[in-house]
């Protein structure tokens, strides 16, 4: 699977814009990405590590907070996971 990181984590796998990583799940795949990338693991993942609630991922064009299975969601080579974090803020009125 193709793993897309976004522009302010990319310092954190070389400035690499896309990672292959192998899995047979949505968790799998992240679990790869962190282990090869450690210093990914503080942006994506709490303490407890679970998922960060800024972080947004995208199984192909698919939110995994909307699929039953979620981080657990079957994965295959094919595929592509988006990772884009959340911008805090708002319009001043």
């Known amino acids: 699977m193709k ?3 976004p ?3 990319r310092s954190y796998t070389g400035g690499h ?4 990583a192998n899995g047979s799940t949505v968790s799998a795949a992240l679990e790869q990405l962190v282990t090869e ?3 990914m693991r503080q942006h994506l993942f709490t303490p407890e590590g679970k998922l ?3 972080v947004n991922l995208y199984l192909n064009d698919d939110d995994i907070r909307y699929l ?3 981080e657990e969601t079957a994965a295959s080579d ?9 911008i ?6």
């Open 7 to 9: 522009t302010p984590l």
């Open 37 to 39: 990338h450690p210093a």
């Open 17 to 20: 814009e896309t990672i292959s």
């Open 88 to 93: 805090a803020g708002g319009a001043n009125s």
């Open 68 to 70: 039953p299975a979620k």
């Open 3 to 5: 793993i897309h990181i």
């Open 52 to 54: 960060r609630s800024f």
């Open 78 to 86: 094919a595929d592509e996971l988006t990772i884009i974090p959340s």
